[in-house]
């Protein structure tokens, strides 16, 4: 079993910067595959990046490639989102999903594990 905590949501400036926290319990943590998702209203969740287990592997979709960077501390339980040049469309709340083996990783429907949220806004 893993519960995920999202924090360091808010409100920025286009071009700037946030860094996003997902903090998780459970002994497995380490053994599992961390990805962070979006989803702003009327759409669907969709996927922003995966990291492996150990962290030597990660995907990022199209849309944040370059400006976006995963990483994880499993000596923390701990997964980031580093966030750079933030546009107004990655406006969203960003959720961090859990899940064993890296097959098809950018569907949220292969997570088993969901955190709650967190909202980031991007201001024009």
């Known amino acids: 079993q893993v519960q995920l905590v999202e924090s360091g949501g808010g409100l920025v400036q286009a071009g700037g910067s946030l860094r996003l926290s997902c903090a998780a319990s459970?002994?497995?943590?380490?053994?599992?595959?961390m990805a962070w998702f979006r989803q702003s209203p009327g759409k669907e969740r969709e996927f922003v990046a995966a990291?492996?287990?150990?962290?030597?592997?990660?995907y990022y979709a199209d849309s944040v490639k370059g400006r976006f960077t995963i990483s994880r501390d499993n000596a923390k339980n701990t997964v980031y989102l580093q966030m750079n040049s933030l546009k107004p469309e990655d406006t969203a709340v960003y959720h961090c999903?859990?899940?064993?083996?890296?097959?098809?990783?950018?569907?949220?429907?292969?997570?088993?594990?969901w955190g709650q949220g967190t909202q980031v806004t991007v201001s024009s």
């Open positions: 999903a859990a899940r064993f083996g890296i097959t098809n990783y950018s569907r949220k429907s292969k997570y088993d594990y």
């Open positions: 459970g002994r497995t943590f380490s053994r599992v595959v």
């Open positions: 990291i492996s287990w150990s962290g030597g592997s990660t």
